[in-house]
């Protein structure tokens, strides 16, 4: 498997720390407002390198942090009126049902920055103490130029980086020893949360938040760390300083970054008005559908996000399902239960798809080319599979399509909510409210089934229904 290392600048051999284990961590959100699709992108991208290394057998350490407490959450609490963590925990609550619809796996581990202050307070002192960091009026700041290695990450140089800055006034830095130097620590403000320091009352840098909380759950070296390329520089770059200044080791083996997301071709952003919330899309798509759309195209690919590029990830994935559907028809019709002697080369044929959707996630987790690889098994289900089929060998074809869809975090099956035996009692009890002129319980159970997905239609026969 080789991963491209955003460290290296190239494709590497991915070589865990300990055999057969993976920690990883992924840069979780700012929770002041609903996620939106740009969030998802990183979401959806690392879940799916999370599920196929434990497809390959991997034991993943998976922790993804939540910032609740941050700048924006602040300002939205002054608005309401409330407390911080009114705001964070409402939104958190709101991002996970989020991630639950796109079928993102729970983390791990969750942490939360103000759980964390101890260890913040700690890694700060530690800093100091080994002349890294410096306390200025109770603001205590990274010293970049003592870490020699300050930009391997962004391959940015720190004499163009100070030149760049040297002419730049901003309110409260004339007090840094360099420009580029960053904030660990700061006073708190007016009406803000804060917390007791050996510097002053206030609050952590963003920087140290992530750094610290990726030691206490993953330790001082990690295999993996990953977000969108918009944190390399300065998050991702600073976190490496501060990581590797306090622990003295290096922190991350593999840096992996997602492309940008646009919008018709468009940044998104609120002031263009094609800002969209994964909420806003659900109003229109199945989340599944988001979901095959992002991983359509390859994670380190920018990605343009359009009503019609949605239809035909709606389409694409349909095609799946409906496959699997007219399978799962053909075993219910099948008069042979045990496998026949010339379907089994048609099974051991069928493998091949596995090793071209493998051989395409081995290669940096070329999604696109693993989608690929499930519609060529789609295509050759539907080619090799008729009435006369066994059930054994069908019920292959079906797991087979489940198995590599499930690889991605496809949902192709839905969970049945009703059995078919729950279906047809209800239905005789609500022939019998009829015929006792109880016509609201009649309604009431034609509106249970509905909500179900099951239409009824009233025949000469009888009542039929059906699976919408």
């Known amino acids: 498997m080789k991963i491209y290392n955003t460290l290296t600048r190239k494709k590497e051999e991915f070589v865990p720390l300990e055999p057969g284990k993976v920690k990883m961590y992924v840069c979780g959100p700012t929770v002041y407002n609903l996620i939106h ?27 993804s942090n939540f910032t609740d407490i941050d700048d924006k959450i602040i300002k939205k609490a002054i608005e309401e009126g409330v ?61 970049t130029n003592k ?24 309110a409260g830095e004339s007090e840094k020893e360099d420009p580029m130097d960053f904030v660990l620590w700061k006073p708190k403000k007016d009406n803000e949360p804060f917390w007791i320091s050996p510097w002053s009352d206030g609050r952590p840098g963003w920087h140290i938040e992530c750094s610290v ?27 490496i300083a501060q990581s590797e200044a306090a622990n003295g080791v290096h922190f991350a083996k593999y840096w992996m970054h997602n492309a940008f997301l646009n919008i018709d071709n468009r940044k998104m952003s609120k002031s263009l008005g094609n800002f969209f919330t994964v909420r806003d899309i659900s109003e229109e ?38 496959s699997v559907v007219n399978l799962k028809h053909l075993v219910e019709t099948s008069s042979v239960d045990n496998i026949l002697d010339n379907e089994k080369a048609k099974i051991d ?9 493998e051989a395409a996630m081995d290669d940096d987790f070329n999604t696109a080319d693993a989608i690929s690889a499930i519609f060529e098994l789609v295509k050759y289900a539907n080619s090799n599979s008729t009435g006369d089929n066994s059930k054994q060998y069908l019920n292959v074809l079906i797991s087979d399509i489940i198995k590599l869809s499930s690889v991605l975090g496809l949902i192709i099956v839905k969970e049945v909510e009703i ?22 319980r009649g309604d009431e159970i034609r509106d249970l089934l509905i909500s179900k997905g099951i239409t009824l239609e009233d025949t000469r026969e009888g009542v039929r229904w059906k699976r919408s």
């Not at 391959?155 to 901003?170: E, F, S, T």
């Not at 044929?349 to 959707?357: G, L, N, P, S």
């Open 83 to 143: 407390d911080a963590s009114v705001i964070s925990q409402r939104y958190i609550a709101e991002c996970k049902k989020d991630m639950e619809s796109l079928n993102v796996l729970p983390a791990t581990k969750h942490p939360l920055a103000t759980e964390e202050i101890c260890g913040m307070l700690d890694m700060i002192g530690k800093l100091i103490e080994k002349g890294y960091a410096y306390n200025v009026n109770g603001t205590v700041y990274f010293r």
């Open 285 to 322: 798509y199945d989340l599944q559908v988001l979901r095959f759309f992002m991983l359509s195209a390859h994670y380190r690919t920018p990605i343009n996000f359009s009503r019609d590029l949605m239809e035909a990830s709606k389409n694409g994935l349909d095609r799946i399902i409906t």
């Open 213 to 239: 909380m990726a030691k206490k759950y993953l330790g001082d070296k990690i295999d993996i760390h990953a977000g969108g390329e918009d944190l390399v520089f300065p998050h991702h770059e600073n976190e």
């Open 37 to 63: 699709i740009g969030n998802a992108r990183a979401m959806i991208c690392f879940d799916t390198v999370r599920r196929y290394m434990e497809y390959k057998g991997y034991d993943v350490n998976f922790v």
């Open 419 to 440: 059995l078919d035996t729950d279906i047809d009692n209800l239905i005789a009890e609500r022939q019998q409210a009829r015929k006792d002129k109880n016509f609201a």
């Open 147 to 170: 870490f020699e290695d300050y930009g391997k990450l962004s391959k940015k140089n720190l004499d163009d980086l100070q030149a760049g800055h040297r002419d730049i006034k901003v």
């Open 349 to 357: 044929a069928a493998k091949e798809y596995f090793d071209k959707f």
